[in-house]
């Protein structure tokens, strides 16, 4: 018979104190404590950079820090003197002696525009310097004639009157034109174009702008102009102008 106090044969012994055996942990080996480097690896070294290239990347950093501030000096500068453009007015036009040919070519046209402007300086702290003046007359874009007027400066806040006188003596036009010039007198009015290129310099105690080149276009002024009159005027008022540096 079999002893009822023996264990099975085949199964673990039952535990002693009531509490199961804990699992037999493996040994794991010990890491290695010794490093061994791979002398075959080829090992890189940057080079430093020729003192040519070295030279030219100061330069380059030197020469944006200078734009910058002179950006920066230009940029307060603008901000304290606020520069503006002048303004020109056309105040009356008056036309004379006109004669214009097309019986046989060439065509030719001649006549005398005188023009009176009113010219501003709306600077507070700028004066102006007008070193250079020349006054053309267009007809639908097709040139006529042109004069120089005398140089003239403006303190600040302040208005001048100038005159410019534009003589055509047989100057020559295209037929076309001639034709165009016709139909506008039948109708009683003709528009011309009166522009001026100006060298200006703007100045403000020891601070001095360079010259610029100022454009003044007052485009379509309308002339009253009957089919067989040689005179005519400005119709309409005074015209403001655009100005351009």
């Known amino acids: 018979m079999t002893d ?23 040994q794991q080996p010990p ?9 075959n690896q080829q090992q890189y070294y940057l080079e430093p ?18 734009f910058i501030i002179i950006g920066v000096i230009l940029f307060i500068i603008w901000l304290i003197l606020r520069p503006r453009v002048p303004i020109f007015t056309v105040d009356s036009i008056s036309l004379s002696s006109l004669n214009l040919s097309s019986t046989a070519p060439p065509s030719e046209i001649s006549a005398t525009w005188t023009v009176h402007f009113t010219v501003s ?19 639908k874009s097709s040139f006529i004639t042109q004069n ?14 100038v005159t410019a006188i534009l003589v055509a003596s047989s ?26 290129i100006a060298l200006v310099r703007f100045k403000s105690g020891g601070w001095r702008a360079r010259t610029r080149y ?8 309308p002339l009253s102009v009957t089919s067989n009159a040689s005179n005519g005027t400005l119709s309409g008022g005074s015209r403001r102008c655009a100005s351009l540096i």
């Open 148 to 161: 120089q007027l005398p140089p003239f400066d403006q303190p600040t806040k302040n208005q001048t009157a």
């Open 4 to 26: 009822p106090t023996r264990p099975a044969t085949g199964y673990p012994a039952p535990p002693t104190n009531g509490y199961p055996q804990p699992p037999h942990q493996q």
């Open 49 to 66: 950079p020729p003192p040519r290239a070295v030279f030219f990347r100061r330069f380059m950093s030197a020469l944006v820090a200078t």
């Open 171 to 196: 100057a020559y036009i295209p037929p076309d034109i001639v034709k165009d010039f016709n139909g506008d007198r039948s109708k009683g009015s003709v528009k011309f174009d009166v522009q001026m």
């Open 121 to 139: 300086n709306p600077n507070s702290k700028l004066h102006v310097y007008y070193d250079q003046i020349i006054a053309r007359i267009y007809y």
């Open 31 to 39: 890491p290695s404590s010794y490093y061994y480097p791979n002398y």
């Open 214 to 221: 100022l454009r003044v276009l007052c485009d379509d002024l």
